[in-house]
């Protein structure tokens, strides 16, 4: 292991690093419902999301396959990998609720207990808050779902 991975370690913690060397659900998805993509110029980070959906007639659509691939740092990485785990089962207007807290979290706005569950391994990521210019790179992969979310409406 290098000296700069452990000290990544200390910055950030065992969950964002063990998601940014394992990341989940990167697997392309053969017909996906929508694809988005999104790129900072500034850090050259990218994230490529894909949705695919489950959809019946007397339920809400249900996202029923996720594709996370970004490239770039290790906030950007873990934070793509961690959302398709998340997002994953929910519904549109569920998984629109998780990206509006995700924002609060990353923004820092005090969240209720009930707020906190939901959001799960993801509270992982209020680390960031301590390094402002990764919000941006933690909220990258979400700017693409949202994208993705409006598109499907
Ligand atoms: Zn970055």
Request: aromatic share 4%; net charge negative.
């Amino acid at each position: 292991m290098s000296p700069a991975s452990d000290q990544s370690d200390a910055l950030y913690g065992d969950v964002i690093m063990a998601h940014y060397r394992n990341p989940r659900r990167r697997a392309r998805l053969a017909c996906p419902d929508v694809e988005t993509e999104e790129f900072n110029p500034f850090c050259g980070d990218r994230a490529n999301l894909q949705l695919r959906l489950a959809r019946s007639d007397d339920a809400a659509a249900t996202v029923q396959d996720v594709s996370a691939v970004a490239e770039g740092c290790s906030i950007i990485q873990a934070s793509a990998s961690l959302l398709a785990d998340q997002v994953c089962g929910r519904t549109l207007e569920q998984a629109a609720d998780l990206s509006q807290l995700f924002r609060d979290l990353m923004q820092g706005k005090p969240l209720p207990p009930v707020a906190v569950a939901e959001l799960g391994a993801l509270e992982a990521l209020a680390v960031v808050r301590r390094y402002p210019v990764r919000i941006k790179c933690a909220l990258l992969p979400w700017v693409a779902l949202e994208e993705g979310l409006r598109r499907l409406r």
